[in-house]
DNA sequence: CTGATTGGTTTGGATAGTGAACCGCTTGGT
DNA sequence: ACCAAGCGGTTCACTATCCAAACCAATCAG
């Protein structure tokens, strides 16, 4: 049981890039069951490729034309995706809206969490996100990007983020459920950038270093010349659940313009928490409150 | 393929009502595939269920429980489900609300027309929603329900919604992709109430009515008491993809109701057309207008 | 015309899903 | 205390299902 579930584990992080290329046998070796494969089909999509043909799915997916094809239609069948009539392509159906809606509708998480990254995004002028666990990968739910500058970070790029190469993921790892940190630190720990942390003591250190902070920062991990830095959200059992990240050019990022970000995000992350029904833990309102003192000194 | 179809599109319609017990063995011989089984087990939540255990799965989907429990966990496992800790109650995960926020980033289809169903319920003080065509029946993808009369339609029953047995299946049959009229004909027509065409004719006959009218109009045909109209929303093709449309109790259907009613739902659909980038077709415009004099004339 | 795309379909053989029975646990009635 | 019924979860032989490679038909470029 454990060892499956690390296997579909790892899977889920493979995605996050293109493809883990290197050797054809060995990425099929990973068991992983018919739905599964099938919904990561889904997890190809996003704001820049909002329509997808069956062969490029076929290349994204590096598996058998046939076999994808079949899910394809499987999940056309079921509303999850639907087929433009002329160009054949493929793109994300009703079926998400309206289950979003059903869940949304009795836990309102984005619907309360969406308004707050926009606020925050627009005092700051930087791009703002919001991501909630998923298994050991990060799920964006809702973003804002308010920014104004010339030179700003364009996030359009994945939606799945991954927890040891990103602000959101380093606080998720410090302030989450416990088995997160050592199911990440098991897995392999995929290089984006020379600064990407791909050793699991070196993680475990970052996250200690987070837990004492009460935020998260960090810069270039995933991409040269972006940094971040992101606090968690806690529901009523004081598990951060999920993380509002700051993202912005490594320039824009000295001492004081930090101070005065990090004390709005902090106060937005409380925010979030109290809206959505949790709690902070214990010790971590004196350091946020601590934090907020200094940004106001400068 | 067009047999394939056709059988799993009927299985699309059984769970609208709990399920169609009839004879199990029955009920076990339509094929359909790994990924629409698991699929399935999402749409049994809604509003007044968001959340549910093996056991109720079992019953519900009337398939084996060790099935149902590894689809369950491979739902889990994508994110497109998660567990309660301690209930053990599955409940839609983030996955659904990721998805549906790509979407709509793309193409803002709930965004626009949210706006537009509260608008509209506010108004007139019932319950509006709105629904697209999925196949061959409606999801809807939002609602709204600003009625404060003590005698109101409490929606939150289904989110899935049989084409023959709806307003806004009228409307989308009478103005939707052609082929979806004799498809749903062609399927059993299941009965809701005494008033629930069953006879394939006699649907041809409504949606020819319907066509003629411009709107769709329906008393208790899918439960008694319960009266709507919806208007018919159309894509660049001058194709209805959805309707909007209100419900209300029959007590509250009185002629001249009904008139200013329909000016104000033939309005918002006309808008939610707009701006969804869709046209009216030709000859309805014509109509619509000549409805909205009706109405001022009263 | 060729050749290289595209979306879609067929085939037998092997893999991956199935379901009856089973397990350990909690609940509640007597 | 007892037993029975309910729960979530697991096992394993069987076989239905899916996979891979090859094939179609249509389109487009040169």
């Not at 700003?152 to 040891?164: G, K, N, T, Y």
């Not at 392999?188 to 699991?200: G, I, M, N, P």
């Amino acid at each position: 049981m454990a060892l499956n579930c690390s296997a579909d584990l790892k899977i889920g992080l493979s995605h996050v890039l293109p493809v883990a290329s290197d050797s054809p046998i060995f990425t099929a070796t990973a068991r992983m069951g018919t739905i599964t494969k099938a919904l990561q089909l889904l997890d190809f999509f996003s704001r820049e490729q909002p329509e997808i043909g069956l062969s490029q799915f076929q290349k994204l997916a590096l598996r058998d034309k046939a076999t994808v094809y079949r899910h394809l239609t499987e999940l056309v069948d079921n509303g999850f995706l639907e087929q433009d009539q002329h160009s054949r392509n493929y793109r994300l159906g009703p079926a998400v809206l309206r289950l979003s809606n059903v869940r949304e509708s009795t836990d309102p998480l984005r619907t309360t969490l969406d308004p707050l990254a926009r606020q925050l995004s627009r005092r700051l002028n930087e791009l703002v996100h919001v991501s909630v666990l998923q298994g050991d990968i990060l799920a964006t739910i809702c973003y804002a990007n308010h920014c104004s500058a010339a030179l700003r970070v364009s996030f359009d790029e994945s939606e799945l983020l991954p927890l040891h190469a990103t602000s959101s993921g380093y606080a998720v790892l410090a302030f989450g459920p416990g088995t997160v940190v050592d199911d990440v630190c098991a897995g392999k720990l995929q290089s984006f950038t020379e600064h990407t942390v791909t050793d699991a003591d070196a993680l475990y250190a970052v996250v200690n270093e987070t837990r004492q902070r009460g935020y998260s920062l960090s810069t270039g991990i995933k991409e040269d010349g972006v940094a971040s830095c992101a606090a968690p959200v806690f529901n009523s059992a004081s598990e951060a659940y999920g993380a509002i990240s700051v993202t912005f050019p490594t320039v824009r990022g000295s001492h004081n313009q930090l101070l005065t970000l990090t004390s709005s995000l902090l106060a937005t992350a409380r925010l979030a928490t109290v809206q959505t029904g949790g709690q902070l833990p214990d010790g971590l309102e004196a350091v946020w409150s601590a934090t907020d003192q200094i940004s106001i000194a400068v």
